[in-house]
């Protein structure tokens, strides 16, 4: 997956505490449009008012579990950014407008390409969402995950749409998918449910208590 935005983002300072706020969130998302526009020639059209919607929502549903973040806050940055994904393709604030006209495509894009073609919204959201992933690991971490060669298989794209639109919620499995982790399929949009904060919190003295909650 081509993230010709990621590095834009990475060079935002506190990237993490800025995009949980509607005026870097909103401003982050049109610039991402923008780089995946000139990148692959597609315009889109965003409707303000359903991107709004989406971070609102966001924020509400990422507080109720932000607790988990002191177990393991690789993940939940993941996890975070699942729920923006999600959030994304339930309000469905972009319109595609216009196909690709100016990508040259090559044997090194053309898989990119066909998943453009295919789902431009869907992939405007993951695409946002995986540079603020990587872009976010970074600062906080010095590295960023690797993504799995999966995110460039159209046919997983064609399950990813079919399933995300339906439930939204999976578009956190997918996101996990793509990132090499292994999905929970049952209650994806549930922090307590992933594999990762199951180990940590197996070992933690607040297991239990968070078991509970």
């Given at each position: 997956?081509?993230?010709?935005?990621?590095?834009?983002?990475?060079?935002?300072?506190?990237?993490?505490?800025?995009?949980?706020?509607?005026?870097?969130?909103?401003?982050?998302?049109?610039?991402?449009?923008?780089?995946?526009?000139?990148?692959?020639?597609?315009?889109?059209?965003?409707?303000?008012?359903?991107?709004?919607?989406?971070?609102?929502?966001?924020?509400?549903?990422?507080?109720?579990?932000?607790?988990?973040?002191?177990?393991?806050?690789?993940?939940?940055?993941?996890?975070?950014?699942?729920?923006?994904?999600?959030?994304?393709?339930?309000?469905?604030?972009?319109?595609?407008?216009?196909?690709?006209?100016?990508?040259?495509?090559?044997?090194?894009?053309?898989?990119?390409?066909?998943?453009?073609?295919?789902?431009?919204?869907?992939?405007?959201?993951?695409?946002?969402c995986v540079s603020a992933?990587?872009?976010?690991?970074?600062?906080?971490?010095?590295?960023?995950?690797?993504?799995?060669?999966?995110a460039d298989d159209l046919?997983?794209?064609?399950?990813?749409?079919?399933?995300?639109?339906?439930?939204?919620?999976?578009?956190?499995?997918?996101?996990?998918?793509?990132?090499?982790?292994?999905?929970?399929?049952?209650?994806?949009?549930?922090?307590?449910?992933?594999?990762?904060?199951?180990?940590?919190?197996?070992?933690?003295?607040?297991?239990?208590?968070?078991?509970?909650?």
């Amino acid at each position: 997956m081509d993230l010709p935005f990621r590095h834009e983002l990475a060079l935002m300072p506190d990237l993490r505490h800025r995009l949980r706020q509607l005026r870097w969130f909103r401003a982050t998302f049109r610039s991402s449009a923008k780089v995946v526009s000139e990148t692959f020639g597609v315009r889109f059209e965003i409707d303000e008012a359903k991107l709004t919607r989406a971070f609102l929502d966001w924020i509400e549903v990422m507080e109720a579990q932000k607790r988990f973040a002191d177990v393991d806050r690789a993940d939940f940055i993941v996890f975070a950014a699942g729920l923006v994904l999600r959030e994304l393709i339930r309000q469905a604030p972009a319109r595609e407008i216009s196909r690709l006209t100016e990508m040259v495509e090559t044997e090194a894009n053309a898989g990119t390409a066909e998943i453009v073609r295919f789902w431009p919204e869907g992939f405007l959201y993951t695409n946002y969402c995986v540079s603020a992933i990587l872009a976010v690991h970074e600062q906080e971490f010095g590295t960023a995950p690797s993504i799995d060669k999966c995110a460039d298989d159209l046919r997983i794209w064609w399950s990813y749409r079919e399933n995300a639109t339906e439930m939204p919620a999976y578009a956190v499995a997918f996101l996990d998918r793509f990132l090499g982790a292994e999905p929970n399929w049952i209650t994806p949009d549930r922090a307590q449910s992933r594999q990762a904060m199951q180990r940590a919190l197996g070992s933690s003295p607040v297991s239990e208590a968070l078991r509970q909650l």
